[in-house]
């Protein structure tokens, strides 16, 4: 499988899957006991950004994502700002990056568990 080939996949799909998502995203309800949170880096034209997601850990829908070339807490609150609004959570779990603790304190208003685990692979596998 070439990447070109799943490039025109990408461009053939995405509006279908797009107009789905549209559709079913309001009938959704993703309150939740946790969401999920990381930020990973990707090359993109050849520059380092850094991509920032935020999962549901029932659903396992990304609720919201940020892009950016930058790695701090404006990012953070950045991400958490884009999804406070999709429901409630009791918890976020991310890793022990401290860009992430007072986002979440400030933009859940002390709302919501910060949940600091060592790896993701350990506590997913645990559960």
Known sequence: MSHTSISNWCKKFAPSFNNLVLVLIPSLNFDSDEWNTDETVV?????????????????????????????G?????????????????????????SSYNIPIKTVFKGEVNHIRVESFKDYISTI
């Open 43 to 71: 090359k993109i034209s050849g520059q380092k950004y850094y991509i920032w997601f935020i999962v549901g850990s029932e659903t396992r829908f990304v609720l919201g994502y940020h892009l950016s070339p930058y790695r």
């Open 73 to 97: 807490s404006s990012e953070a609150f950045e991400l958490f700002n884009s999804v406070k609004h999709r429901g409630k959570v009791d918890s976020i779990v991310s890793d022990r990056y």
